[in-house]
């Protein structure tokens, strides 16, 4: 028999014969539409960021000391405190053992013990059914039915997943189908979160973008939905409508009657909607209220809430909890054909089931303490907190970016994000993008990084009408840090324009940032 070759013995073989072994997998043969997938909020700038942080760790010097990162919704990485209940119950599910110390409170023990009675043997280390554990699905369609007033939720339409963006993936794999014009098409708003336009490029199917209204605090108009939608149907088969409510990254919450007015379009349009109401807690502006789709679907009597198949998204990563690494959240899906839904739960049972820790997290904000148990006070404190704290960040973003000259803001209803339209120059982009070759947003952000350590997002990430710009930042760094960040940012862009397009005197000045700021001391 022939004699194994050594790893070396191999190595010098191949190199008499003059061959060397190619990779199987090279960018010649990499999955062409993993090649075309973008997710700007982790994008170049990110790892630009990253790189200038280890610098200065190391020692290089930059203009500043620290990069204040607010390209990502991750609040916990931003400083914000877990909420303690949450955080209770999480510990006494992961060890057991601490369900006999007094430092727990009994409500706290009384739900582990509640969650890990529903787990195999008794674990969070087991797998749980692929929808997720029963008696969190019960809890979830309890909130759901005190969310909504009343409206009915039966917790078998209830799937529980790895944070909301695991829902909203399987559910576009459900529906992309067709080739050439019958190709799905999925309608999403353009600025849209780059979940979306990712997972559609990765599934080869259609991005219809309907344009949400700027000069109209970005809210949806009706009339925007036809355009789209006529003009799709030329090239594909549009079979679903994405919503995001509170909006990401525009911060705005729809009216009720814009909701009622999406779901008749996506009745009369034989439309499968997508609800992503992940920002439901995140409502700051007294004139706002959050409306559930489901809710208004309902009120809309039974011939809407019988047919419309409706699927909405929620997670334990934003509200007031933040807890984006436990990867929890959940979806509640109406009107599913019955054998359709058995092949959800079988794509869902692929990836066996979401994570058990981040099932329970999601119990806990589903199921939070009562008026009368012992740990009530301390979270409402904490909740209060950290709501109150994000409405008058909100409130100050949008003011203060509105003193700058080149900058202008829409109010911040809801979520944690403002999305400001920022003026560049033709001069700007004209000298140095013919060297750069890049859009004139990340330019701006580019050199906005390397000035002043402020990490923010472009527009051009989330899609932007054609001839503006615009960027993402959060609104979740510390009072102080963002008021530093807003300075800086301010200062920045005066500086940018009197370079590119030497002003006139600016009519809103650094007297009036001071203003601004005056009220948030």
């Known amino acids: 028999p022939k004699s194994r070759f050594s790893t070396a013995e191999a190595t010098v073989v191949l190199r008499e014969n003059g061959k060397t072994r190619e990779k199987t997998l090279t960018m010649g043969t990499l999955n062409p539409q993993v090649k075309a997938v973008e997710y700007a909020v982790r994008g170049p700038i990110v790892t630009k960021a990253g790189d200038i942080e280890r610098g200065l760790q190391q020692g290089q010097k930059h203009p500043f000391t620290e990069v204040i990162k607010a390209n990502i919704g991750d609040s916990h990485a931003m400083g914000q405190k877990p909420i303690t209940f949450l955080r209770q119950v999480v510990a006494l599910c992961s060890f057991p053992e601490l369900l006999d110390s007094s430092s727990f409170p009994e409500d706290a023990k009384q739900r582990a013990r509640r969650i890990l009675q529903g787990c195999g043997g008794q674990s969070l280390g087991s797998y749980s059914a692929s929808q997720g554990v029963d008696c969190i699905r019960q809890d979830v369609a309890v909130y759901i039915e005190q969310r909504d007033k009343g409206v009915p939720a039966d917790w078998d339409n209830i799937y529980l997943t790895t944070g909301a963006s695991d829902g909203i993936v399987s559910i576009l794999k459900m529906l992309v189908s067709g080739q050439g014009r019958s190709r799905s098409g999925v309608m999403i708003p353009i600025p849209q979160y780059p979940l979306y336009s990712a997972a559609i490029s990765e599934m080869e199917a259609v991005q219809i973008n309907y344009y949400l209204d700027e000069d109209n605090c970005w809210a949806l108009d009706i009339n925007e939905l036809h355009r789209a939608y006529q003009a799709a149907k030329e090239h594909c088969h549009p079979r679903v409508i994405c919503i995001i409510n509170p909006g990401n990254p525009t911060g705005q919450v729809q009216s009720k009657k814009c909701i009622e007015e999406v779901l008749h379009f ?60 436990f990867r929890g959240g959940y979806m509640e899906v109406l009107n599913l054909d019955l054998e359709v839904k058995a092949q959800l739960v079988k794509l869902l049972s692929i990836r066996l089931c979401p994570p058990v820790s981040g099932q329970a997290a999601m119990d806990v904000i589903v199921n939070p303490p009562l008026p009368h148990e012992p740990s009530y006070l301390q979270f409402h404190k904490e909740k209060s907190a950290v709501l109150g704290a994000l409405a008058e960040k909100a409130q100050m973003t949008e003011q203060i970016l509105n003193t700058v000259p080149g900058i202008k803001c829409n109010p911040v209803q809801g979520a944690m994000y403002a999305f400001p339209r920022i003026f560049i120059p033709p001069r700007a982009f004209v000298s140095l993008l013919q060297s750069l070759g890049m859009s004139p947003d990340m330019m701006y952000c580019l050199r906005l990084l390397e000035e002043t350590g402020i990490c923010l997002v472009p527009g051009s990430g989330f899609g932007q009408r054609e001839g503006t710009y615009h960027f993402r930042m959060t609104i979740l760094p510390t009072t102080e840090k963002l008021k530093v960040l807003l300075e800086k940012l301010r200062d920045f862009h005066i500086k940018f324009l009197k370079e590119y397009a030497p002003l006139e005197e600016p009519k809103r000045s650094e007297d009036d940032t001071q203003e601004a700021l005056k009220q948030f001391r």
């Open 266 to 325: 996506a009745y009369e349009e034989n439309l499968f909607v997508m609800s992503d109401e992940v920002y439901q807690d995140n409502v700051y502006s007294p004139d706002c209220q959050f409306h559930s789709f489901k809710k208004v679907l309902y009120e809309m009597g039974p011939e809407y809430f019988n047919t419309v198949e409706l699927a909405s998204f929620h997670s334990t990563s934003k509200g007031y909890s933040g807890e984006c690494g």
